[in-house]
């Protein structure tokens, strides 16, 4: 069993005010691939290093398969951690950086080169074996990287932005890649990311951390469907959620027109919100006028402008494509779909399907 | 990546004991390697019986020091020492800075044909013995009235410290972000003010670094000194000698001596240690 | 991208230099250079082909004459001269190797923080600090004097004879003081080298389970090896031509006399002998030159690790 916990830990770094790690409490489950993701400054690197023994814990403890590692050397973790930046020693070869952990523990000549070999083989590493890492690709380097970190057969892999150095179209190969490979070797995994749709595809679920405090840990669909919060649901989905401001009483009005939606929490009702799929452009109460439209060729993507309490305000809208509209067209547009209710604390407190 | 400077906080699992013990034995080797130094800065504040047997029965003063910088007439004076060395020091680097940085410009910069010979004929002017040109320089500052003379010393100081001030100066301006250099380029920057406004202020750190070397090469120069100077007409170096009796009866006389002779460039490199780290660490290396 | 990047492209039809313009800041430090330096030597090479003398040194005055390259050939077969050139070779490799392990050794003692780091970085490079000509009085004088220096002064208290450190072992003494004041130097190029090791390279090594001491040999050293070869360099450049020690301590005592003080004694610290003096000064300068070649080439290595870094 090689579950990961994470009780109250805590960093706060000498000289700041506020902690990095606010009580981070987290259990992660054999096998399970959590995701930490949040913006820079939420603390995820810091949280993942906390478990890798690179950063000390001023508070809490954190657990490996049960077992309180919290003053524990990274070297007697049995964890493996893929960086960044790579991290490859520069003057060995791929199979010498590949073998580094293993030469350590004293592992035969043997058995390393054979251990090597496969996994070499299964990343497709085997023709690059003898070279240095400066005559590699970023993408070769990156294969390197996590084929040092497989080797090991450690209890945990820990990962810190892995593939934030790959240009676009790689990043998103290997992102597949990745996820398959996690689940066929079925380790535990705590892979760090501020890319929210990197979260989303990757994980069996996803802890979003905001300037150290854990907002929710949830799966994907979940934390899309029910986000806990204002920062949860702006955080996660892409275009982000329309936000808008509502009166805390009373029927809900949209751009002056009645939205169709009138539960008010008990006059706790206090910002709303809705995804672009829940704007359906044509049909109904609330004017709007098109600014800008981006087509994607499988979808578009609608931005428009509303008066919403005296001010402007601007919506982002999916619809089909090709879009049958033209920038500065006057348009009404309804909701259809899940709209959340947040509360002045900033949490959800419902959520209604129109 | 942790915002901490390297090796500052206790490491996971690193007992503290450890790092107390480590510690420990760096003072010990501190302690240990500064003691002649500590030492003679001890015994110059003795009696001269005292020095010379290693005891301490007559009390500590200031009594050598003020034997030591009043002058007797016909001998090297502190006073005339202590200016000579400062204005051929403070001279010389002055004109090996204005020398030097052009010079890393066009090695660094805006890169002139065959720089990497050119660099390396700088360099290998340092691999010329002194001793081997002495006897040509001194019968032509004979010829042309320059022994004892400032000049002569200053001249060939900036000929010693140039070759390292190009070298140092050119690495710290390699690590000139190339943006910056370009947008000055682009406003149509003259070099001298590229320098003065963009280059010079971001290697400000590495060239002071190279200044306080040589500052610390000139002042502690001693064979040109000797050799193309009077008696009576010389910079530190000589002055210190000059305190040197061959019965070594001057014992207590000579430490304070040395000490006056060796505070400045000491206090000079203290205070900028830091800076000749970060500099030796940014450029001189990269 | 810096400033290396720059010039490697818009060298040809860059509308903003010719090669003379770009060569114009380079000229005063380098017709500097060669004047000061280069000039010497050429008288060097006149005076060596002919037999000058001091004047004064000789009852029958004679006039200077031509002699080509006798000078030269009575050289080579002048063991003294050998001596002394291997007395170069031994206090050079001597001091260089025995002040970088010294100053790799605190480098890596000072390299994490602890309490007063700053304050024993601070003693340790003093003695580079000080003047050459002091140091060699320090300890000739307080260390190692036979009559009143510390050192036999313990070895009395301990019972033991004492030693007459200068006059019985003048290599080792010089050796002693060249290395008290070059460690510091190797120390802080070796710091510079220690902090400039990428951090998250440690921290896999670390993860990846290896012992601190395997961390030292396998990637510390490597990376190191850039600055020890610079620090070899440097230091070479400046032990090689070793003199106030010399002059101070042992007075060019059989065994510490090395090339620069040689040269001088036959020169104008005693012989007088201009002529002869200047052939061997051309002899040494050839072989830095050669030394020095050798040395480039490594210095070349370390350019080249730049270009690509």
């Known amino acids: 069993m090689a579950s990961v916990q994470y009780d109250a830990a805590t960093r706060l770094y000498p000289g700041t005010s506020q902690p990095a790690v606010n009580e981070l409490s987290l259990t992660i489950a054999d096998g399970e691939m959590l995701v930490l993701v949040g913006p820079s400054g939420s603390g995820k690197s810091t949280a993942l290093r906390m478990l890798a023994g690179l950063e000390p814990l001023d508070a809490g403890r954190i657990l490996i398969a049960d077992r309180d590692v919290s003053a524990v050397r990274p070297r007697d973790r049995d964890i493996a951690m893929v960086f960044q930046n790579y991290a490859l020693y520069p003057q060995l070869d791929v199979a010498a950086n590949m073998g580094f952990a293993l030469k350590q523990q004293g592992v035969p000549k043997e058995e390393r080169m054979q251990r090597v070999r496969d996994v070499a083989k299964l990343l497709d590493l085997e023709p690059y074996l003898d070279r240095k890492p400066r005559n590699l690709s970023g993408g070769q380097r990156q294969r390197v990287a996590m084929g040092r970190a497989i080797v090991r057969r450690p209890q945990v892999y820990l990962m810190d932005e892995p593939l934030s150095n790959l240009d676009a179209k790689l990043r998103v190969q290997t992102r597949t890649e990745l996820v398959e490979l996690q689940s066929r070797l079925a380790v535990t995994t705590v892979y760090v990311t501020h890319d929210q749709v990197e979260a989303m595809t990757m994980g069996d679920r996803v802890a979003v ?146 | 990546m942790s915002g901490q400077e390297r090796g500052t906080t206790l490491g996971v699992g690193e007992r503290r004991i450890g790092r107390i013990s480590l510690g420990l034995l760096a003072w010990i080797v501190g302690l240990v390697w500064i003691f002649p130094v500590g030492w003679t800065v001890f015994t110059s504040f003795k009696t001269e019986q005292d020095a010379t047997a290693q005891t301490l029965t007559q009390g500590l003063s200031f009594d050598r020091y003020r034997e030591v910088s009043s002058s007797t007439e016909g001998t090297l004076s502190l006073a005339t020492a202590l200016s000579n060395s400062l204005f051929v020091v403070l001279v010389s680097t002055a004109i090996v800075m204005l020398l030097a940085i052009p010079a890393a410009y066009a090695l660094a910069i805006r890169r002139v044909p065959k720089w990497r010979d050119l660099l390396f004929f700088f360099i290998s002017t340092k691999f010329l013995p002194v001793v081997a040109s002495i006897f040509p320089i001194y019968v032509y500052a004979e010829k042309w009235d320059l022994i004892g003379t400032r000049t002569i010393l200053v001249v060939l100081y900036t000929a010693m410290n140039l070759p390292l001030a190009v070298w140092m100066i050119r690495s710290f301006f390699m690590e000139v972000p190339r943006e910056l250099i370009e947008a000055a380029e682009i406003d149509g920057t003259k070099l001298i003010n590229q320098l003065r406004s963009v280059i010079v202020p971001i290697s400000a750190p590495g060239i002071a670094a190279t200044a306080l070397l040589c500052v610390i090469f000139a002042w502690n120069e001693y064979f040109y000194a000797i050799q193309l100077n009077f008696a009576n007409g010389s910079t530190m170096p000589q002055w210190v000698i000059g305190n040197v009796d061959t019965r070594g009866n001057f014992l207590a006389k000579l430490s304070a001596a040395s000490v006056i002779a060796c505070l400045p460039v000491v206090l000079a490199g203290w205070i900028a240690q830091k800076r000749m780290i970060r500099g030796l660490s940014m450029g001189a290396i990269k | 991208m810096t400033a290396a990047d720059a010039t490697r492209k818009g060298k040809v039809g860059d509308p903003f230099s010719s090669p003379w313009r770009r060569r114009l800041p380079l000229l005063p430090a380098l017709i500097f250079t060669i004047l000061i330096t280069q000039l010497p030597f050429l008288v060097s090479i006149y005076y060596s082909l002919t037999d000058l003398k001091d004047k004064t040194q000789s009852l029958i005055p004679q006039p200077t004459r031509f002699v080509g390259l006798e000078n030269y050939r009575t050289l080579l077969s002048n063991s003294f001269f050998r001596d002394a050139m291997w007395t170069s070779v031994k206090m050079t490799v001597l001091s260089v190797l025995l002040s970088l392990i010294f100053g790799t050794a605190f480098a890596l003692l000072l390299d994490r923080k602890f309490l007063g780091q700053g304050l024993v970085r601070t003693l340790l490079i003093t003695p580079f600090l000080v003047m050459p000509v002091v140091a060699a009085l320090i300890w000739k004088q307080q260390m190692f004097s036979s009559l009143f220096g510390l050192l036999n002064k313990a070895l009395e208290f301990f019972g033991l004879d004492s030693v007459q450190f200068i006059s019985d072992h003048p290599l080792a003494s010089i050796v002693t003081v060249l290395v008290w004041q070059w460690t510091p130097f190797m120390m802080l190029i070796m710091l510079a080298g220690l902090q400039s090791q990428p951090a998250d390279i440690l921290e896999a090594a670390n993860v990846d389970g290896a012992r601190p001491f395997g961390i030292f040999r396998q990637l510390t050293i490597p990376h190191l090896r850039r600055y020890l070869e610079l620090g070899a360099l440097l230091g070479s450049i400046y032990i090689i031509q070793a003199f106030d020690a010399i002059d101070v301590m042992t007075g060019g005592a059989p065994g510490s006399k090395n090339v620069p003080y040689f040269v001088y004694q036959e020169s104008i610290g005693g012989g007088f002998r201009y002529g002869s003096a200047s052939a061997y000064a051309i002899v040494v300068v050839i072989a830095s030159i050669i030394i020095a070649t050798f040395a480039l080439r490594v210095l070349s290595g370390l350019l080249k690790d730049e270009e690509r870094a």
């Open chain 1, 209 to 354: 951390l905001r300037e150290g405090i854990l907002q929710q840990c949830d799966t994907p669909s979940a934390l899309y469907h029910t986000p806990a919060n204002r920062f949860v649901a702006g955080f996660i989905g892409s275009p982000a959620m329309n936000q808008l401001h509502a009166s805390a009483t009373g029927p809900l009005l949209i751009g002056g027109a009645d939205a169709g939606i009138s539960d008010d929490l008990g006059g706790e009702r206090a910002m709303i919100g809705f995804r672009p799929e829940a704007v359906v452009i044509g049909t109904g109460p609330i004017a709007a006028r098109i600014r800008v439209i981006e087509d994607l060729g499988s979808e578009a993507f609608v931005h428009l402008v509303i008066q919403h309490e005296g001010e402007d305000h601007r919506l982002v809208a999916k619809a089909a494509a090709p879009f049958a509209g033209a920038v500065g067209d006057n348009v009404q547009i309804g909701l259809r779909g899940e709209v959340h209710l947040f509360d002045a604390s900033d949490a959800r407190r419902a959520t209604i399907t129109v």
